[in-house]
């Protein structure tokens, strides 16, 4: 196996990746490093745990598609073929192959699901493994399928009815239609992005609302474009006063 891994700044100069928690970054690049000829690993929580990296690290890796993790937990760089060419007289096959023919190559050189396969064989770890209810509507997830298997006005049916049920709790209904417009375009890049991610960070969000009463929400226009992607402070709800000397910060 190579010693030697490469970056292209194609991936990490771009504002999404900057955009990431340093820690989160880190992770990335040492899983990187520690990655087989084929981007494959086969330990990637003991790299997390090496590097002091968070479960959050590996999930929002996941979520924004630098890794593709499978549902035992071998993990791919999606876009390992992007940084990194290995000459052929130094090049050692993965050994995860039954994983890789799980995988086509596509035209910017990255890895991604062949589409005829069972869905179910990449772990969705975006979810965060968390049910988040809004209000009294609850998103029916299992419909997503429709969005990539329906015509495309069913499609747009489906996702405007997700829509309405986050929206509906959004704090500031400004710029409704470029918030739709935004959403729509998000749901249909990935299904890897889910209604579960977002309502999680739209919880996450509300949550930094109320703490930080200072802050004003942002219209829903900006929120929906890559905004729910910032980082939230979520209150420590078992922080418990010090009656002596006050609140311990």
């Known amino acids: 196996m190579a010693q030697r891994r490469m970056f292209s700044k194609k991936i990490t100069d771009t504002d999404m990746f900057l955009d990431l928690p340093a820690s989160a970054q880190n992770l990335y690049f040492h899983l990187n490093m520690h990655a087989d000829d084929d981007g494959f690993l086969g330990n990637v929580k003991t790299i997390k745990r090496m590097v002091g990296a968070s479960d959050d690290d590996?999930?929002?890796l996941a979520a924004k598609q630098l890794i593709l993790v499978f549902e035992d937990g071998v993990t791919v760089i999606?876009?390992?073929?992007?940084?990194?060419?290995?000459?052929?007289?130094r090049y050692r096959s993965?050994?995860?192959?039954?994983?890789?023919?799980?995988?086509?190559?596509?035209?910017?050189?990255?890895?991604?699901?062949?589409?005829?396969?069972?869905?179910?064989?990449?772990?969705n770890v975006s979810n965060l493994e968390t049910q988040v209810r809004l209000?009294?509507?609850?998103?029916?997830?299992?419909?997503?399928?429709?969005?990539?298997?329906?015509?495309?006005a069913k499609a747009d049916d489906h996702?405007?009815?997700?829509?309405?049920?986050i929206w509906k709790?959004?704090?500031?209904?400004a710029g409704k239609k470029e918030a739709f417009r935004h959403y729509k375009k998000w749901r249909k890049e990935s299904k890897e992005?889910?209604?579960?991610?977002?309502m999680a960070k739209l919880k996450a969000y509300k949550q930094d609302l109320a703490v930080n009463a200072w802050k004003k929400p942002?219209?829903?226009?900006?929120?929906?474009?890559?905004?729910?992607?910032?980082?939230?402070t979520v209150p420590d709800m078992n922080q418990q006063p010090n009656r002596a000397k006050g609140y311990q910060f």
């Open 58 to 60: 590996l999930k929002l």
């Open 78 to 89: 999606r876009d390992w073929r992007v940084h990194n060419y290995i000459q052929k007289d």
């Open 94 to 123: 993965t050994i995860y192959t039954d994983h890789k023919r799980e995988l086509e190559v596509n035209e910017n050189q990255q890895y991604q699901r062949i589409e005829n396969m069972d869905p179910n064989c990449i772990h």
């Open 135 to 152: 209000g009294k509507d609850r998103l029916e997830i299992g419909k997503d399928r429709d969005i990539y298997t329906s015509s495309p």
């Open 159 to 165: 996702l405007s009815e997700n829509f309405e049920s």
């Open 169 to 173: 709790e959004y704090p500031n209904k």
């Open 193 to 198: 992005h889910t209604d579960e991610y977002l």
């Open 218 to 232: 942002m219209n829903g226009s900006t929120w929906f474009n890559g905004r729910f992607n910032d980082e939230y």
